[in-house]
């Protein structure tokens, strides 16, 4: 696909800064997209699938689940951390180069790629580099002040060091104290890695490979990249992640890499430029639920201008975007428990370019407030069904229907979603179309033009709780309008009106005049 060049894609942000106030139209980026361009499904390990009867997910779970996610639509899972650890959500590494019991062992890990790749499901792992648990050999090693490890991680015994930061610094016995802390920005079980280190930086480089060239994964998500350095030393960031990710594609060139950075696109910009494809675009999900919430596009425009950020810093970036994690409470919490904007949410999210994340159960309606066990509760597998896990009691799901009770409704969120996605795999414009920002515009109605080579979309969808009407003939330079996928519009002929539902979603193919 063409590239613009640099000096048109900075024009382009201008213009999209310039005219959005009166909804001019702006023309979009085009892209390489990298990987993947289908869904990724994010895993919360412990909750998805058990494959050994312990009431605990596990790899084999997955691996016995597989089906169902290609059923669905997936193109990659994102499995949260399996490694070795003291904890249940498993963020606190004790050893890198361990799978942790609970979850399985390499071999498990081994199979499920393996049997996903016959399926064309790539699997991403979650890759812990910010800090270790407190139960790690380096850290044991370092409170003994073995030389070797003991610049491993970051310590002072500088009293106006701990004040500016006294929820950061641990005594490693808040009993017997002491004149040393060492610092862990998490939590006191989390104590951060010094990357000032080269034997640090060497060793993490180390195990990341080890999973590419033992496994054949296919990308991490980094937790807390941003943490690496403070904000403060973010250069030295840029260049750790240039090194990490120069070093992955060494193992696997076409290795796909997204980061956790909290903040706008101005602080998610510059990890691009050092190597990594993607970075969680948490604001798009603000303004997601910021638009069904208040009724009013707060997304087109202003992501527009983040794509053209993106592009200044790295040509074949990807994006992802989301609705849920495991970090914040559900989608369905976030609007309430309504139905149909959290469906409406959803077609939003499938109809915006890039690498669209859907958190495990986000398809079956799933709720999850905090605090966090509460976002990570156990899918909702029939009660006959041996992958059902029971770890944690779903609190906030005892109503919610389960897989079966809803493959059997046409109207349930789970054949939404399936509907969504099946449109989004199957059609090259939302899956790798351009997006484009137009001069068409209605209050309470966000709308957006998706296209590639000579197929072109219009993107509708109602914010509103009442139905609305919207003259397609205003669009310049376009006509011949066809509904080719719709959750609740139509067309009224032959004035080209197009008529919507409450919080419903509508694409329409239109052939662009010359």
């Known amino acids: 696909m063409r590239i613009i060049p640099l000096y048109l894609a900075l024009l382009i942000y201008t213009l999209s800064m310039s005219q959005a106030a009166n909804h001019s139209t702006v023309s979009g980026v085009e892209w390489k997209s990298k990987f993947p361009h289908q869904v990724v499904y994010q895993i919360f390990s412990r909750s998805f699938a058990d494959g050994n009867g312990d009431g605990i997910g596990d790899l084999q779970g997955v691996k016995n689940k597989l089906p169902y996610l290609k059923e669905l639509g997936i193109g990659a899972i994102w499995l949260t951390p399996i490694f070795e650890s003291p904890t249940y959500h498993k963020y606190d590494i004790i050893n890198y180069y361990q799978i942790d019991p609970e979850c399985g062992t390499k071999e498990d890990l081994k199979q499920l790629v393996n049997e996903a790749h016959i399926m064309g499901i790539k699997i991403i792992l979650d890759f812990v580099p910010n800090h270790t648990s407190t139960q790690h050999e380096w850290f044991k090693e370092a409170v003994k002040n073995n030389p070797t490890y003991k610049n491993y991680y970051s310590w002072s015994s500088d009293t106006s060091v701990w004040h500016k930061e006294p929820e950061h ?35 993490i480089i180390k195990a990341a490979q080890f999973w590419i060239s033992e496994c054949d994964i296919d990308g991490y998500r980094l937790d807390a990249a941003s943490h690496v350095y403070p904000y403060a030393d973010r250069k030295k960031n840029y260049a750790w992640w240039t090194e990490f990710s120069n070093a992955m594609r060494v193992q696997k060139p076409d290795f796909y890499i997204v980061g956790e950075m909290w903040g706008g696109d101005t602080l998610i910009a510059p990890y691009l430029k050092a190597g990594m494809d993607a970075g969680f675009n948490f604001d798009l999900w603000f303004n997601i639920k910021s638009s069904i919430a208040k009724s009013n596009d707060d997304v087109t425009t202003k992501l527009l201008a983040t794509y053209n950020r993106y592009y200044n810093n790295r040509a074949t970036f990807c994006d992802a975007t989301l609705l849920s994690n495991h970090d914040n409470p559900r989608i369905m919490d976030e609007v309430q428990g309504d139905t149909d904007k959290a469906k409406l949410a959803a077609a939003i999210l499938f109809t915006l370019p890039y690498t669209p994340y859907v958190y495990y159960g986000d398809e ?32 906030h799901n005892a109503e919610t229907p389960t897989l079966s009770s809803q493959k059997s409704n046409q109207s349930s969120m789970y054949n939404t979603y399936q509907s969504l996605i099946k449109f989004r795999n199957q059609d090259e414009v939302l899956s790798d179309g351009n997006y484009e920002c137009t001069s068409l515009h209605k209050d309470g109605l966000m709308i957006y033009v998706r296209s590639k080579n000579a197929k072109n979309y219009l993107i509708v969808h109602n914010l509103q709780d009442s139905s609305t009407q919207l003259k397609l003939n205003e669009l310049p330079h376009s006509r011949e309008f066809k509904i080719v996928y719709s959750t609740g519009g139509r067309i009224l002929q032959p004035a080209d009106m197009l008529e919507l539902k409450p919080y419903s979603s509508v694409v329409i193919s239109f052939v662009k005049l010359p």
Request: with cysteine.
């Open 364 to 395: 079956l309606g799933m709720f999850g407030p905090k605090p966090d066990e509460h976002i990570r509760e156990p899918f909702l597998w029939d009660a006959t069904d041996e992958a059902k896990c029971n770890w944690e009691p779903n609190f």
């Open 169 to 203: 610094w641990h005594w490693v016995d808040d009993q017997t104290k002491g004149n040393e802390k060492y610092y862990g920005y998490f939590w006191r079980g989390m104590p951060d890695l010094n990357y000032d280190n080269p034997k640090v930086r060497e060793e």
